[in-house]
């Protein structure tokens, strides 16, 4: 019955942090707390998330799993066994100043989720899809696909 389950979903304003300052010390509170558990199986989940099905973007994965490490707070990145060393610190630097420096002259079939420029298009009232950013989108889906 949705009615039972609708005050879990649609929490109130008091439920939320008043604050920046005050989210902070909830997430903190919560990471060092028993409630939030890493377990062998949540380890096993997420080491198959960063192995690539195909060699060719093994690069691509390595990077997510850098920006994955860097964006967990540490005591779950050690949980997960991720590595967040100084090169890793460094490389992590890089490719933010890089995405910064590069994400705003790239065109937005790239730049964009396809499904978000569809959206769009249906907002402006026009028909069909963003052509260019579904063949980025198909052609990325089938490079991340293993090698046949």
Not at 88 to 98: E, I
Request: proline residues 11%; contains cysteine; hydrophobic residues 40%.
């Amino acid at each position: 019955n949705y009615e039972k389950v609708k005050p879990y979903l649609m929490p109130s304003a008091d439920d939320m942090p008043a604050d920046w300052s005050s989210f902070r010390h909830y997430v903190d509170e919560m990471c060092h707390s028993s409630a939030l558990h890493v377990g062998p199986e949540a380890r096993r989940l997420a080491s198959q998330l960063f192995e690539p099905p195909n060699p060719v973007v093994r690069p691509l994965y390595h990077w997510i799993k850098l920006m994955t490490a860097a964006s967990l707070p540490p005591v779950l990145r050690d949980a997960y066994g991720l590595s967040y060393g100084p090169a890793d610190r460094v490389a992590y630097q890089l490719g933010l100043v890089a995405l910064r420096k590069s994400l705003p002259h790239l065109p937005q079939s790239i730049r964009y989720c396809p499904e978000y420029l569809n959206a769009q298009r249906r907002l402006a009232g026009q028909p069909g899809i963003d052509r260019p950013s579904d063949v980025w989108k198909r052609m990325f889906l089938r490079l991340l696909g293993p090698l046949k």
